[in-house]
């Protein structure tokens, strides 16, 4: 089993995953109570955003910064909203709502997750990457 397999199989993502996944076949209803996923949904939009501060603060900021980051907000609002009122027409209010910000919140995670994988396996990146993975934690606490 090579290193890079083993490090991806053993991040916490996929460790919960696969905690959900046994969870569901063995017929388990396991809850978390509203105030540690608060805390949980807290943790990482701060960890997000402070990475993307860090990072902004080696950088500097210049007007393509300013582009960037007005193009990972408008890229990390597009998704939820357009699923908003694509599920709007097929369920009622909050569900909509509740199903968009899920599909948000998914694509911010994806999203740290390549950032962290980019780093564990010595892909060069650069340090804008930390900034879009901060506006999409932002964007999606929004």
Do not use: Q
């Not at 402070?50 to 902004?56: A, P, Q």
């Amino acid at each position: 089993m090579s290193t890079t397999f083993a490090a991806n199989l053993l991040s916490p993502p996929i460790l919960f995953f696969l905690l959900g996944l046994a969870a569901v076949f063995l017929r388990s209803n396991p809850k978390l109570t509203e105030p540690v996923l608060k805390l949980l949904a807290l943790s990482l939009l701060m960890s997000l955003g402070l990475r993307g501060g860090v990072e902004l603060s080696h950088s500097g900021f210049d007007p393509r910064t300013v582009a960037t980051l007005l193009a990972a907000f408008a890229m990390a609002a597009t998704v939820p909203l357009y699923a908003f009122f694509w599920l709007r027409r097929r369920t009622d209010r909050a569900n909509a709502a509740a199903l968009a910000a899920a599909y948000g919140w998914v694509s911010a995670v994806t999203f740290a997750t390549a950032v962290d994988f980019l780093g564990a396996v010595g892909l060069p990146h650069g340090g804008h990457i930390g900034r879009y993975a901060g506006a999409v934690g932002v964007a999606c606490a929004v």
